[in-house]
């Protein structure tokens, strides 16, 4: 079974970037969709972005111009590019794939 692991995030000031990395360690995920979401304190989870097999991409319509997903078949590999980043983008940071979910890695946007 695919485990995911993230990478990439950190404290950030709004208007920066980060590069939120997403890697399968353990079986191949290159046919299949990979999905980015999110989840801020006291809120509930909310999809960000998915790209599907053919590269094809669906993004959230308050990020869409800032955020870019990517996917490297080669490295079992995702990204999600984030640019002019707000305070509202602050969240944990969850991959998923079919039924798996990564541990999640911390965006937090504040000057």
């Known amino acids: 079974q695919v485990q995911l692991v993230e990478s990439g995030g950190g404290l950030v000031q709004p208007g920066g970037s980060l590069r939120l990395t997403c890697v399968a360690t353990?079986?191949?995920?290159?046919?299949?969709?990979v999905d980015w979401y999110r989840q801020a304190p006291g809120k509930q989870r909310e999809f960000v972005a998915q790209?599907?097999?053919?590269?094809?991409?669906n993004i959230r319509d308050s990020v869409k111009g800032r955020f870019t997903i990517s996917r490297d078949n080669a490295k079992n590999t995702v990204y999600l590019q984030m640019n002019h980043l707000k305070p509202e983008d602050t969240g944990v940071y969850y991959c998923?794939?079919?039924?798996?979910w990564g541990q999640g890695t911390q965006v937090t946007v504040s000057s």
């Open positions: 998923h794939s079919r039924t798996t």
């Open positions: 353990k079986g191949f995920f290159g046919t299949y969709t």
């Open positions: 790209i599907g097999i053919t590269h094809n991409t």
